[in-house]
């Protein structure tokens, strides 16, 4: 069975730019969740989406959004770069009350300068 | 506001030797779970606790909740370098999100 799948696998992107990054979750699992990655802040949850509705946000600012199709594969978009969007982005996918745990994908390395 | 201590958040121990990682939380929650990572890698699921007193157990690896005391640990027994990691716990908000620990680096040394 297939994993949760990510792409691509790393970015280097110019501060103001934008990027978007994609997740396709593992076949029969209709939540996908969105998770940042870094050195000092840790894992932090980005946002969640389920049937193609945002049930949930982290405390992350409007640059970054999601959004998920009716295939349930998601999207994340993070406009104008700054260099501390540098992270891992992690995506998970689950069923939807988790019971099985999250599976996560292999991330999105994003790198600004 | 969930918040999850993880400690100790490094751990250097020797081969064969026995140690416990503990993740305490702030509020009520019934679902926990451990991930471990490895550098530049993913996230890969080690267990999911569902309940009050659930205890599994994966070859060196046990992991315990206890919902009363906000604590849940991951125990390691006769440890290899094979599980020199980073491990983390999470526990499971409303909503659909899962608050992580600050991660434990595990060193096994021969």
Known sequence: ???????????????????????????????????QQTPGQGLQFLFEYFSETQRNKGNFPGRFSGRQFSNSRSEMNVSTLELGDSALYLCASSLELASYGYTFGSGTRLTVV | ELKVEQNPLFLSMQEGK??????????????????????????????????????????????????????????????????????????????????????TRLMVKP
Request: net charge positive; with cysteine.
């Open chain 1, 1 to 35: 069975k297939a994993g949760v799948t990510q792409t691509p696998r790393y970015l280097i992107k110019t501060r103001g730019q934008q990027v978007t990054l994609s997740c396709s979750p593992i076949s029969g699992h209709r939540s996908v969740s969105w998770y």
């Open chain 2, 18 to 103: 026995n140690y416990t990682i503990y993740c305490n939380y702030s509020t009520t929650s019934d679902r926990l779970y451990w991930y471990r990572q490895d550098p530049g890698k993913s996230l890969e699921s080690l267990f999911v606790l569902l309940s009050n007193g659930a205890v599994k157990q994966e070859g060196r690896l046990m992991a315990s909740l206890d919902t009363k005391a906000r604590l849940s640990t991951l125990h390691i027994t006769a440890a290899v370098h094979d599980l020199s990691a980073t491990y983390f716990c999470a526990f499971y908000n409303a909503g659909n999100m899962l608050t992580f620990g600050g991660g």
